[in-house]
């Protein structure tokens, strides 16, 4: 079998190298949550509050890791008992489970066990026989997740993932830690989950470039300042099967198979890094026209849709803050 990774979503316009800049500005880069992460402050404190928010990365990595064996998410996968948890998972459960209710269900923390027998978790791709897909769907019932304060318990046979919320929540929790360290700008980069503080020291917007889904560079650049920025695409990680069909990770957990609607590419900006994580996934899921129906009923947040076949769609509130650098995309304003 045939086997490709890509890892991309959102390239920011910066580095991060562990270096002091200047008195004022400070770098950093680690390897956590299985992806490049990057950490760019300006302020008095940068440097405390950039070692408090790498400590704090790897403490939630800690406890929501699906393969690291002493985290909270693999004790309730595999214990077979009730599991009580720090309130950090249970509110990042909660979280996820309320998203899912929201989406309809294409958002599902109860989703691991498809995840993992497509082998995205392992590295180790295969096409499941449809039959082992339709017994799968029967433990991905996210309705059955048992609470009862911070003690959570499973059905047999459901795991869970927090993949989709799980970068955007932790951008959350460590950019306000940044602000908590008198930080009132800068840039943090969790593999394509961008988290803007403020605007960039000389007060104007921070400038990031969408990574181009159909070959090399950015697609385009987008303005924005104090908010969340986060992609999903399907080329971010998928493996081409024996059939000669590319399998993205993004699993719809209605039908059990990778998404295959014509979506290359959804961004979501909004306060929020937890949502619009949440969110780039969900609405990839969906597909084009009910992921504009949603954010016409909804409108708390924005968002630019890409097309397999270059159409690009761009909310209204995003419209003036985006350039595109690709002459063949047929861009579209949705009011």
């Known amino acids: 079998m045939k086997k490709y990774i890509l890892i991309f979503a959102l390239i920011i316009l910066i580095t991060g190298c562990s270096v002091n800049k200047a008195d004022n ?3 950093t880069g680690l390897f956590a949550m299985n992806t490049y992460i990057t950490i760019d402050l300006y302020g008095e404190n940068a440097k405390a509050a950039a070692d408090d928010m790498s400590n704090k990365i790897r403490e939630l990595e800690g406890l929501w890791s699906t393969t690291l064996n002493t985290s909270e998410i693999y004790q309730i996968n595999n214990s077979g008992a009730t599991v009580t948890v720090s309130d950090e998972t249970r509110d990042i459960l909660k979280f996820a489970i309320d998203m899912a209710d929201k989406t309809g269900g294409v958002l599902n923390p109860a989703i691991y ?18 039959s082992h897909i339709e017994e799968l769907l029967n433990y991905t ?5 048992g609470f009862e304060g911070n003690k959570i318990d499973l059905p047999k046979n459901m795991e869970l993932d927090l ?8 951008a959350d929790i460590i950019t306000q830690l940044a602000k908590d360290n008198g ?3 800068g840039l943090i980069n969790l593999g394509g ?22 070959g090399e560079g950015n697609i385009g650049i987008l303005e924005a300042a104090d908010c969340a920025v986060v992609t999903s695409g399907n080329y971010e990680k998928y493996f081409v099967g024996d059939d000669g069909k590319r399998y993205c990770h993004i699993i719809d957990p209605k ?5 295959d609607n014509g979506l290359v590419s959804v961004t ?37 849709l890409i097309t397999e076949d270059r159409g690009i769609y761009i909310t209204s509130g995003l419209a003036d803050g985006f350039t595109s650098n690709d002459e063949g995309l047929n861009v579209n304003i949705i009011d």
């Open 25 to 27: 500005e400070y770098s």
């Open 113 to 130: 066990p498809l995840v993992k027998a497509w082998g995205f978790t392992t590295g180790d791709y295969s096409i499941p026989d449809k």
């Open 141 to 145: 019932d996210y309705k059955k997740i």
């Open 163 to 170: 993949g989709a919320v799980g970068k955007g929540y932790t």
């Open 183 to 185: 930080i009132s700008s």
């Open 193 to 214: 989950n961008v988290q803007a503080i403020g605007t960039k020291p000389d007060g104007s917007k921070w400038r990031l470039g969408l990574q181009n889904p159909f």
């Open 255 to 259: 039908t059990g198979y990778p998404c």
């Open 268 to 304: 979501i900006a909004g306060k929020e890094g937890k949502m619009c994580d949440a969110l780039s996934t969900a609405l990839f899921v969906m597909g084009k026209d009910n992921a504009i129906q949603y954010w016409q009923k909804n409108k708390d947040f924005e968002m630019i």
